[in-house]
């Protein structure tokens, strides 16, 4: 378990870094939190030639706020942010509720919430709150910078349309809806694994609570990518919230996955997995007056 | 349960009216540098010229191997040596293993037998190189149809394992204990049982490690590394390399764990030919997480079982038929074949069950080679045995706490010997019931349990009991192979050295770990000689200077070596005392050792402190009785009381002490998803004597986690062509933590009356009860819904499906 002969910079600038990314193209890699690099390094199913550590580059290591109530996430911020950073906290708490389901402390000491939007893992809880919380992306290159949608962003299984040249200098989470109310729910076998299925539904009702004005709902670790239930969300709004609307939306949200079988269960487990907790998640959001109601 | 146990037991053995460190919670002398990390582990040590090796694995399940071409690695720059399966046949015979005939070489030779199987080892200037060396080696395989399926091969059908044998059946023996037929044709009520205990197996922190040193010049070998137990290694070595033990000498290192895995016999055989290659340069190998979880003969337990019961309608058990067929894998390698022996030691559990049948089989089939694993084969056989009283319960409608307790064996009963001629000790297993019940306040349980039910939830609980062996004896190898093991030896040895101070050092044959053995060493000598923890040192011997003894297996040492303790305390009070008896001038008959000083029985006043006497007897050769030497140390080697060879039916005293335990479970189940939620965990046990209290919870807390594995997460899960998915920690699962329940834990004292101190063996623990303890309770929840999971682990999906299927089918 120890990796191939690789040649490594440790660039200080954004600019350096765009530059020997250029240079080396498709046999570069970048070097964030390490946490999912390093082990695909050590046992070899990752063979880059060169590795560009962005963790000195300055100025990404930075959360400020972004907007009405959102915040931009730099390059080195580390998830541990996520539940620790006031900004981060006071603007966007469903991001710190959710972020206790990924991995163990030690992971989120070093892990990057870039890195996790970058590495695409569909299994992995940023991309989908990305998703659902209609993120952008900012990627850097050479020859410029580009804002991507978080739902452009994802092509599939561990990939996304970033470029080879490209490194992900920024993620952009918009203030949420007024009023939404948010719940992420994950079934893991343990605490901290990956989600054999997981989601994060967001709801907002009008004031007397009788009928639903916006949904949010996005599935993750059931396909290559997260799934965003838009046509869902848009059926649920003016419908009461009750537990047979609820339940309707979470079959018709998760009756067309398909997603593939591992040593943890079978395809047809994961998606009845997807199901039974979009309902959940959707109870939740009815019934919380906080933010989220954390569940594994 | 008592303050002081100790002394109120006939056979209380120390010399000091009030023991201050025996039963008490004395700090572990291995912690600060076992949990801070400076303890010098394997990996930690480096000779000077020291290469590194990396291991070359069969990618295939079963191939023939064609050719190697090793030429393009040995031109890597900074590689030493490749040694391939060639020269390790004509250098060496297969790796020890009982029953005999049934392993390959350290390296494969002309075939592969599982995915994983070393094929080549590489030696060069670091790891990263001998890991680049290893692409470089082609080698020709075939693939051959690989055998994967335990019950056709138990069967005799598909492909033979092993070269030159027609059946893939490594050992079967049925054995009847009793009248089984006319109990089973008698019966009130049969239940049985079909089930599937999966993979799994133990996993330290810190893996092996191994550095290898040849002598070309005294033609010696020289081993270090994290070895539980040299004489356990040294008879492997002797046999597969033709040396004589003189010429081999084994350091042990401290150790990160072990749970039985620590033996590595085909890679201490394998590093030992490769620095013989080498010609001098010592060699390391740390197998690293991968190689452990696929590569080493790690893997336990893999069965198929067929179970029946026969009850009388009033909750008697009359007999109890069990069919155990183990999956293998590809060798049967060490001792490792004996787990599917074991459960005659103690198959009734803690019952009386005057006939039993157990059928068992070991196969080999394409996958990775079992080793020992904590337990020894025993977990399974109480999940299995523990299920059929749920099910003759709930068939007769009696409650499971009751039913048990009409089958415990009774107090008054002890010494009791089982059918199958193992005698237990010591017990009391209705009090440890009653105990258990009123901690956990069992009938407000039931009313809670009734009230989830009423409202939809799927609430389990469970009551259930096992006996753990405190050390299982050589006889019972002997019915794997009478040939090596017609012996009733197991022996565990100490030297004992005080200074003219009083200041002790006691040496013993096995490394530090984490049971703290070492630790009670100090506690009882300080005990015996009333001197303070602090002046007694545990040093640890290597094979050459050790006294025979096999450490750490077998839930044994607090039995074998507390008894080595004690002898040796005891030879060099009376060595001690000769010389008193002088300073006295009185007679040595007359001379007794009481709170750490020699007096003259009779007259106290007329006494000498022990480190005086120690003193005198190293300045004042001049005053030394005829024959006594001027060197207070002894040695001391116990073996286990009134063990003899198994009889023609598979009859012996296999253990010295039976450990009993009961737990109590209560879970809920998740109806959508399948999880299990543990509401409540309370368990009883009695292990007689506690010599260190704290370490004993430590034991039970740490195999209670392993036993939680072993219910609900770890599974070792191959794929049709025999290829291990399992290979890392996201998919081979063990509880953290988070995942480890709170649990209540409470003291039972039946004192051995065997032991020197009345302790019992306590060392695999609840890894004997947990499985069973949540197994039951799930199949309690789903009891409603007609829904019964029978294997292990109950995962989820599983779970899940048994959900569906019921909710489905008609
Ligand atoms: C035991 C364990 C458990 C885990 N559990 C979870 C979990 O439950 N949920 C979860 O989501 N994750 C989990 N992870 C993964 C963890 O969150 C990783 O930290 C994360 O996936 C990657 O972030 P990183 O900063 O460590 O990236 P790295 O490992 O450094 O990089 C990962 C990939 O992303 C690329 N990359 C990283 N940053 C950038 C960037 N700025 N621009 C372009 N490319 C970039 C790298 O080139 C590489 O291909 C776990 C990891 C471990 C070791």
Redesign the pocket.
Known sequence: MKPPRFEYFSPRSLSETVAILAEHGDGA???????????LLNMRL?RPSVLVD?NRVSRLDTVRPHGTGGVAIG?TVR?RSLHGDPTLLDRLPILGTASQ????QQ??S???I???L??A?P????PALAVALEAEMVASSASGERVLPAADFFVDYLTTV?EPT????EVRFPGPPAGMRWAFLEM?RRH????LAGVVAGLSTSDDGSSIKAARLVVFGVAGTPVRASAVEAALVGQPPTDSVLTDAAAEATRLLDPPADVHGSGAYRRALAQTLTVRALQACRESHGTAEPAT | MNANPLSELPQHQLPISQPRYVGQDVPRIEDPLLLTGRAEFGDNIHKTGMLHAAILRSPYAHARIRGIDTSRAEALPGVAAVLVGAEVKAQSRPVFGIPEGWTGHALAVEKTHWAGEPVAIVAAEDRYVAEDALELIEVDYEPLEPMVNALEAADGKGPVVLEGKDTNVMYARKFTFGDVDTAFAEADLVVNEDSRWHRSAGNPIETCVCIARWDPFDQSLTLEGSHRSPLLVMPALVGALGLSPTQIRIYTSPLGGSFGVKTFARYVILLSLLAKKLGGRPVKWTEDRIEHLAGNSSHAWDRHHNAAMAVRQDGTITAVRIRAMDDFGAFGEWLGVGQIVKPITIFPGCYRIPAYEYDCAAVLTNKVPQGPYRGFGLPSHYWVLEQLVDLAAEKLGMDRAEIRRKNFIRRDEFPYTIPSGNVYDSGDYEAGLDLLLEKADYAALKEQQAAARKQGRLVGLSVVTSIEPGLTGTPMLGLLSPRMFSRTSSPEGMALRMDGFGKMIAQVGFPWGGQSQHTFVRQILADYFAVKAEDVQVVVADSSTMQPGMGPVSSRIAVALGGAVVGAAKLLAEKLGRVAAVMLEADPGDVELKDGAFQVRGAPARSAPVPQVAGFMLARADKLPEGVDGNPEVSFVWNPPDHYLADEQGRSHYGVTATSAVHLCMLEVDHGTGQVEILRYVMVDDCGVRLNPSVVRGQLLGSLAQGLGNALYEEYVYDDQGQLLTTTY?DYLMPTVMEVPVVEEYEQCTPSPVTSLGQKGVGEGALHTTPAAVRCAINDALHPLGVHIAEAPATPFRIWSALQAAATSP
């Open positions: 890699k970048v070097l964030a939190g390490g946490q999912s690099l390093l082990p990752a962005i390059a998830q389901f990924i991995g163990h992971i989120r070093r892990g990057t870039c890195g996790s970058a590495h893992d299994a992995a809880e940023l970033l490209e490194v992900l200098t893991s901290g694994d990956f989600a | 996201m």
